[in-house]
C-alpha cells in the first residue's frame, strides 16, 4: 500500500482527535428516587411507547434519516427536521417515550446502505445497496421486498449471519441506550430502554414492544431478543424477559400490537401447538403482557363489526386493515377475527378462566403511534406519515401501501396514530412502568381526553363533588384494577364513576360508554355497549341502546369543525342494571369526541391532494380505558 | 501558547477533522487508487480483507483457488474503476454523487457527534441562551368553571364580587378549583396552551376575568405569582450539554460544507 508522503502527521492528528473523545458525559438531575411522588395519581402523562427511527431495518430502508437523538428530542418539543426537510415540532411536548427498534436486523439496512458496495458478494443485497442509493422509489423498492422475505423466512443469509449481527447489535444498542440516558431527566420527560419483538410467521403479526424499567446499567447486559424468521414461540421472548429480570434484578414488559392483522393469532383459544390453553402458559402470559396496545396508525384492534353487530362505533379503523394480515401474504377469514380484537380477547380470557383458572388475557389498554419516522405525532393535523416515503405529499393519501404484495390497501387507511395516557404517581421510568404493571393506562387515537375510571361499593352521593379523585382511590379501584364480590362488606350491585375531560385544545366529547363483557352459566360469552353519559341529554333520548348522533360540525374544506356541539365535560356514576353476581365479567370506557376532519383533509388542504372514492373524511376519535374486572370470589 | 496547544486548537477545527478523517479513509480503503497511476497492488491487508468477507458469507474458509478468484475480481473492479473514472462515467452518474456526497457528510458527521464540550462551553451557551433554560413562572390561583358564554360568565362575576360563594357558582368541570405552586407549563396543559399567560396578567387578590381555557370561561383569583428565574448550569447542565451537542453538531457540518464551498466560485443563471 502506498501512502502520501504526509501520511503519518495527518493519521496522527485523526488520532488524536478521537482520543479526545473518550470521556463519557456528565450525567445530573434528578434520579428515578429522588423524585417526590403523589401520594395517588393526580394527573395523566402522555407518552408513545412505539417510536421507531433509522435504526429500524424497514424504517431506514424507507429512508428515515432521523435516528434516536432526533426522536427524543422532537417528543420533549423541540424543533427537529423530518427527512422529507419540513421543520416538525410537537405543539404540545410528550412526557415520556419509548424508542422500540425492530431487533431484528437492528441497523442492519443503515449496514447495507453504508457498506463499502465491493464487499456485497450476494447479489440481492447488491441489488438492494444499489436500490436504496438511486432514491425513495428505490427504498419503497427494497423495504417492501424485505418484509415480504422476512415473512416468508427467505432473507439472504448474509442479513441474517447471527454473528454479524450480534456485533452489530451490539454497538448500536449501547450507543442508543446512551442516547436514552442523555434524554432521560426524572421528573421532567422519560425516556425508556426498549425494542420491538417481531415476530411474522408468514406474515402473520404478532409483534410485541419491550419495554424495561431500568437504565444503560442494566440493560447493556442484554441484547435486544430477535425471534429470527418462521416460527420461534412467544414463550421464548418470556424466558428471555425471565432471564433478564433474573440475572439483573431489573423489571421488563411486552405490549403486543396491532392483533388486527394477525390473522387469529394474537389472541388464541389455544396453547402452543394447538391443545387447550394450560393454566401455566396463561399465568406466564398474563404476568409477561400486562398491557395491549389498542390502536395505532396502523388500524385499530378495540372491536369489529362481524364481532360486534350491535356496536354502531365498532368500525372505525377497520378498513383495508381486517382483509388480510400484516403483508397481506394470507386473506382474513371470519374464523380468524376473533383472535384479532382486544375485546374479544378480554372475554375469550374469562372463558379460559373458567376453565384453568387463570385469565391469560387480563390486560390494560394504551394506544400509540408506530410511527416510523421518528416522530411521535399523534394527531390528525400532524401526520407525519407511517414511514418516511409517505411524510406529508399530495399523493400519499391515495397511494397504494402493499408491503411486499400487490392487494389493496390505500394510504388513507392509516390512522393518525394514537397516545398512551398512563395516570402515574410521578414522571419517571419507575412511576410510570409501575403504572403500566398495574394497568392504570388507557389509550387515545389521538386526542389527550382525560379519562378517570373508578369501581367500587362503597362511593358515596358525592362521588363526584370537591375532591372525589381521593377519596374514588380510598374507597374503590381504579382502571386495570379488579372487584371482589366476596369482600366484607360488598352488598348489590357495584358502582363506577367516570369522568371524561375533553383535550383542552380539542374537539368537545360526545358520549361516554361502558363495554361490559361476561360469561354466563352456561361458559358462554357476551358483551353489551352501554351508554352512560352524553352531551344534549335533554334533545337525545335512548332507544333501546342507541341514542340519536351527536350531529356533525366538519367543513370539509377547511378542514375544520366547531364545537358548538358535544360537551367539554362528561362524567356520572354508574350502576350495571344487569348485574348478577354470580358472573365474570369485565367493564372498560369508551370515550367518543364529536366527528373531527382526518389527516387527509388536511393534505387536501395543504397540497391539493386528490382523495380515491371511498376515502373516510371525519371520524369520531375515541379513547379505551383499561377494564375493571368483577369476581363473583375474590 | 505551547505547540500541543496549538495542535490541540487545530485539531477543533472542522476542516481538519474532514481532511484527516478523509485522509483516514484513504489510506484504509484507497490503497493507491489513484486513477492516473497505472499500476495496481493488492496488499497483504486487502486479500486478509476479501478473505475474511467470503468467510462472514459462506461460513468457511475459502480454498487457495477460491482466494485467487477473489482476488482477480478485485483486480477487475479497480481496473474498471479506473477506466471508468479516467472517461469520466462517474460524472453524470447520479448514483454514485448522491453516494459521494453521503460519505463525505458522514465523515463530518462522525467527528461532530464525538465532541465533549468544556464547563466553560457549557457556560457560554447557557449564557447565550438563558431563557430557554428558566424555570416557569410558578402560580397560585383559584378558579370557577362557568358553563355558557362570557356575559353568562360576567354575571357570576359579580355576583362572587358581591360575597357569593364561588363553590356554589361554579359549573361541574374535572379540573382543581385551587391551584398551588404551579409552573405555567403544567397550567396550560391542564387549561389548554395560554391559560396561564392570561392569569398572570390579572390583577392579584380578587375575582376577575373571565379567562377563556379550552373548555370554556373561568373567573379566576390569582394569589400569587413567582416570575420565571434563570437556572444554574448545575441544575441544567444535561438539558444544555445535549443542546450545544446538537447545535454543535449541525455547525460544524455546516462549517466543513462552507470551508469547502469557499473554495469554489459559484455562478448561478435562473430561467
Given at each position: 500500500m502506498k501512502l502520501p508522503r504526509k501520511m503519518p502527521l495527518t493519521l496522527g492528528i485523526a488520532l488524536l482527535g478521537l482520543a479526545a473523545c473518550n470521556r463519557t458525559g456528565v450525567v445530573d438531575g434528578k434520579t428515578d428516587t429522588e423524585i417526590k411522588l403523589a401520594a395517588y395519581p393526580e394527573r395523566v402523562y402522555w407518552g408513545d411507547t412505539h417510536l421507531h427511527t433509522s435504526n429500524s431495518v424497514d424504517a431506514f430502508a424507507f429512508g428515515a434519516k432521523l435516528g434516536p437523538e432526533d426522536a427524543l428530542r422532537f417528543a420533549r418539543g423541540e424543533e427537529v427536521t423530518a427527512t422529507g426537510g419540513l421543520k416538525a415540532k410537537l405543539d404540545r411536548p410528550l412526557d415520556f417515550l419509548v424508542i422500540a427498534d425492530h431487533s431484528g436486523g437492528l441497523g442492519a439496512t443503515q449496514a447495507l446502505y453504508d457498506a463499502p458496495r465491493l464487499f456485497l458478494r450476494d447479489p440481492t443485497l447488491r441489488r438492494w445497496h444499489d436500490s436504496m442509493h438511486e432514491g425513495p422509489q428505490g427504498r419503497l423498492k427494497v423495504t417492501a421486498e424485505l418484509i415480504d422475505l422476512a415473512g416468508r423466512n427467505a432473507l439472504p443469509a448474509a442479513l441474517s449471519d447471527p454473528e454479524g449481527q450480534k456485533k452489530r447489535t451490539a454497538k448500536i444498542w449501547t450507543t442508543h441506550s446512551s442516547i436514552v440516558e442523555r434524554y432521560n431527566e426524572p421528573g421532567k420527560f422519560t425516556a425508556f430502554i426498549g425494542f420491538e419483538y417481531t415476530l411474522m410467521p408468514r406474515g402473520d403479526n404478532l409483534h410485541r414492544v419491550v419495554v424495561f424499567r431500568d437504565g444503560k446499567a442494566r440493560t447493556d447486559t442484554v441484547l435486544p431478543y430477535d425471534p429470527g424468521q418462521g416460527d420461534a414461540p412467544v414463550s421464548k421472548l418470556w424466558d428471555y424477559m425471565d432471564a433478564y429480570q433474573k440475572a439483573t434484578g431489573g423489571q421488563v414488559l411486552a405490549i403486543p400490537h396491532n392483533s388486527n392483522v394477525s390473522n387469529g393469532l394474537m389472541f388464541e383459544m389455544v396453547g402452543p401447538g394447538g391443545g387447550p390453553m394450560t393454566a401455566a402458559y396463561a399465568r406466564r402470559r398474563a404476568a409477561h403482557e400486562p398491557l395491549v396496545e389498542a390502536t395505532q396508525i396502523k388500524g385499530d384492534s378495540e372491536a369489529h363489526p362481524f364481532l360486534s353487530p350491535n356496536d354502531e362505533f365498532a368500525d372505525f379503523g377497520k378498513a383495508g386493515w381486517d382483509i388480510g394480515n400484516l403483508t397481506m401474504q394470507r386473506a382474513t377469514t371470519p374464523d380468524m377475527q376473533a383472535g384479532n380484537y382486544v375485546r374479544e380477547a378480554l372475554k375469550r380470557g374469562l372463558a379460559i378462566e373458567a376453565r384453568t383458572g387463570v385469565n391469560p388475557y387480563k390486560f390494560g389498554l394504551i394506544g400509540s403511534t408506530d410511527s416510523h419516522t421518528g416522530l411521535a405525532t399523534g394527531d390528525e393535523n400532524n401526520f407525519f406519515g407511517k414511514h418516511s416515503g409517505v411524510?406529508?405529499?399530495?399523493?400519499?393519501?391515495?397511494?397504494p401501501q402493499n408491503l411486499g404484495n400487490t392487494a389493496g390497501r390505500f394510504g388513507w387507511q392509516y390512522l393518525a396514530g394514537g397516545y398512551a395516557g398512563v395516570w402515574a404517581r410521578g414522571n419517571s421510568r419507575s412511576a410510570i412502568f409501575d403504572a403500566m404493571l398495574r394497568k392504570e393506562t388507557y389509550a387515545t387515537t389521538g386526542p389527550r381526553m382525560t379519562v378517570r375510571f373508578f369501581g367500587g361499593w362503597n362511593f358515596g352521593a358525592d362521588a363526584l363533588q370537591g375532591d372525589w379523585v381521593k377519596a374514588a382511590y380510598a374507597a374503590g379501584v381504579p382502571m386495570g384494577g379488579d372487584l371482589n364480590g366476596s369482600a366484607a362488606g360488598v352488598k348489590g350491585a357495584p358502582k363506577f364513576i367516570v369522568s371524561a375531560l375533553k383535550d383542552p385544545i380539542g374537539a368537545n366529547l360526545d358520549r361516554v360508554q361502558i363495554v361490559k363483557g361476561w360469561i354466563d352459566a352456561g361458559g358462554k360469552l357476551h358483551e353489551r355497549v352501554f351508554n352512560v353519559v352524553w352531551s344534549s341529554p335533554e334533545t337525545r333520548k335512548l332507544t333501546g341502546d342507541r341514542l340519536p348522533p351527536v350531529g356533525d360540525t366538519v367543513d370539509i374544506a377547511t378542514a375544520s369543525y366547531k364545537n358548538t356541539i358535544g360537551a367539554p365535560q362528561l362524567a356520572t356514576v354508574w350502576t350495571d342494571p344487569e348485574f348478577d353476581p354470580a358472573q365474570k365479567a369485565f367493564y372498560y370506557v369508551r370515550v367518543l369526541e364529536i366527528p373531527t376532519p382526518r389527516w387527509v383533509l388536511f393534505d387536501v388542504l395543504r397540497y391539493k391532494a386528490k382523495l380515491l372514492p371511498g376515502t373516510r373524511l371525519k371520524d369520531q376519535e375515541r379513547a379505551y380505558t383499561s377494564p375493571i374486572w368483577y369476581h363473583p370470589q375474590g | 501558547m505551547t505547540l500541543v496547544e496549538r495542535l490541540k486548537r487545530f485539531t477543533r477545527e472542522p476542516l481538519v477533522h474532514f481532511l484527516a478523517a478523509g485522509a483516514l479513509i484513504f489510506a484504509v480503503w484507497g490503497g493507491g487508487g489513484d486513477a492516473a497511476d497505472r499500476s495496481i497492488t493488492v496488499s497483504e491487508v486487502q486479500v486478509r480483507g476479501l478473505t475474511e468477507q467470503w468467510e462472514q458469507q459462506w461460513h468457511r474458509q475459502p480454498t487457495p483457488a477460491e482466494v485467487d478468484g477473489l482476488i482477480r475480481d478485485r483486480i477487475k473492479d479497480e481496473v474498471y474503476y479506473r477506466e471508468a473514472v479516467r472517461l469520466g462515467l462517474d460524472k453524470d452518474d447520479i448514483i454514485m454523487r448522491r453516494r459521494m456526497r453521503s460519505k463525505m457528510e458522514f465523515l463530518v458527521a462522525a467527528q461532530a457527534e464525538n465532541e465533549i464540550p468544556s464547563d466553560a462551553a457549557l457556560q457560554a451557551w447557557l449564557d447565550a441562551h438563558r431563557r430557554n433554560y428558566a424555570t416557569d413562572p410558578i402560580l397560585s390561583f383559584d378558579q370557577i368553571y362557568v358553563a355558557g358564554d362570557r356575559h353568562r360568565a360576567q354575571s357570576v362575576l359579580a355576583q362572587l364580587n358581591r360575597g357569593a360563594d364561588p363553590a356554589a357558582l361554579a359549573s361541574l368541570l374535572s379540573v382543581p378549583p385551587t391551584v398551588d405552586d404551579a409552573p405555567a407549563a403544567e397550567i396550560d396543559r391542564q387549561f389548554g396552551d395560554g391559560f396561564a399567560k392570561a392569569i398572570a396578567a390579572l390583577p392579584p387578590g380578587r375575582w376577575t376575568g373571565p379567562v377563556a381555557s379550552g373548555f370554556g370561561q373561568h373567573l379566576v383569583r390569582l394569589r400569587k405569582l413567582t416570575p420565571g428565574a434563570v437556572q444554574p448550569l448545575s441544575a441544567v447542565r444535561k438539558a444544555v450539554e445535549n443542546d450545544w451537542r446538537e447545535a454543535n453538531r449541525i455547525g460544524r457540518e455546516n462549517a466543513a460544507y462552507q470551508a469547502l464551498l469557499d473554495g469554489y466560485t459559484i455562478r448561478i443563471a435562473k430561467p
Open positions: 411524510e406529508p405529499s399530495a399523493a400519499r393519501a391515495s397511494a | -
